[in-house]
């Protein structure tokens, strides 16, 4: 009898981790540990809804690693995973606690900045992110890695006003920045096409 409320605390300790380890694996990319597109959609709804009741602006932003293919291609899957690993760490870096960061598929990430003042600081962190995504990366067993990115940006109110527009206005910038040639952020321009930051 004295060793059952042990067992009981065990048991509930037990199925505490098990529920932490399934909303773990539901809400969050098992290589990076940054949230995936389920909890990315998430935040998103709730950010675009706070912006709406503040009045205020919020910026959504695509990164898509530019010939992340050739590394995974010349250098193997598990350099290319530490790439992806890396590419999280150093997005998180250039982003405040409020931001969310997310991979959403293989070499493509989102982030979403709520409570921005212009276009002007979305484009500031845009190109802070891709300048550190640009800088070598020199992997466990010495290798030199280049890759760079390509970044869309999209901001609400100015932009669009649903979730849908902005991932797809934001989307739409990212592909403009690649088919321009890669390492570079673009903000969508008000009518919805892409912009150069220049």
């Not at 990319?29 to 998430?42: A, K, W």
């Not at 899957?77 to 530490?82: I, M, N, P, S, Y």
């Not at 932009?159 to 403009?176: F, I, K, S």
């Amino acid at each position: 009898m004295a060793g059952e409320p042990g067992g009981t605390l065990r048991d509930i300790t037990q199925r505490k981790q098990l529920e932490e380890e399934v909303q773990q694996l539901a809400f969050y990319d098992p290589l990076t540990q940054l949230p995936n597109r389920r909890l990315l959609n998430d935040r998103l709804s709730q950010t675009l809804a706070r912006a709406r009741r503040a009045q205020s602006r919020m910026a959504l932003m695509f990164i898509d690693l530019d010939k992340f293919k050739a590394i995974n291609d010349q250098h193997g899957h598990e350099a290319g995973d530490w790439v992806l690993q890396t590419v999280a760490q150093r997005i998180k870096s250039c982003l405040r606690a409020s931001d969310t960061a997310a991979r959403v598929g293989g070499d493509e990430f989102l982030v979403i900045l709520p409570d921005i003042q212009s276009s002007e600081d979305a484009l500031a962190v845009a190109e802070k992110i891709r300048m550190e995504l640009q800088q070598p990366f020199v992997s466990p067993n010495q290798l030199l890695l280049h890759a760079s990115s390509s970044i869309g940006v999209a901001i609400y109110p100015d932009h669009a006003n649903t979730e849908q527009d902005l991932l797809r206005l934001g989307d739409r910038a990212m592909y403009r920045a690649k088919t321009l040639g890669g390492n570079a952020a673009l903000l969508c321009a008000l009518n919805g096409e892409p912009q150069d930051t220049d």
